[in-house]
């Protein structure tokens, strides 16, 4: 069974940055989709961003320009750089993992904007 942890949350005022990490078991990060979702309160958990094995990336409209999504194969682990966060980015974050059909997820970690 594959693990994903997820570590970098935390509170951070508006305009604020933060990057997360997800550090992955064996060799997911080289081989599978990675990606990014986040769940806001009370809402449904969302796509923010993707990188695949072979360094295609997208982003979701609302955070296309802030944030980054990269991968250190050497380290098994996908970060998160945000920069310019606001309050609507106040949400868990959770790190996926898929390929041919297997499918893992990350405990989330939760990040907070606020002033």
């Known amino acids: 069974q594959a693990q994903l942890v997820e570590s970098g949350g935390g509170s951070v005022q508006p305009g604020g940055s933060l990057r997360l990490s997800c550090a992955a078991s064996?060799?997911?990060?080289?081989?599978?989709?990675i990606y990014w979702f986040r769940q806001p309160p009370g809402q449904e958990r969302e796509l923010v961003a993707g990188?695949?094995?072979?360094?295609?990336?997208n982003y979701a409209p609302s955070v296309e320009g802030r944030f980054t999504i990269s991968r250190d194969n050497a380290k098994k682990v996908v970060y998160l750089q945000m920069n310019s966060l606001t309050s609507e980015d106040t949400a868990v974050y959770y790190c996926n993992a898929r390929l041919a059909g297997r499918n893992y997820w990350g405990q989330g970690t939760q990040v907070t904007v606020s002033p």
């Open positions: 064996g060799n997911i990060v080289s081989i599978y989709t």
């Open positions: 990188i695949t094995g072979g360094d295609i990336i």
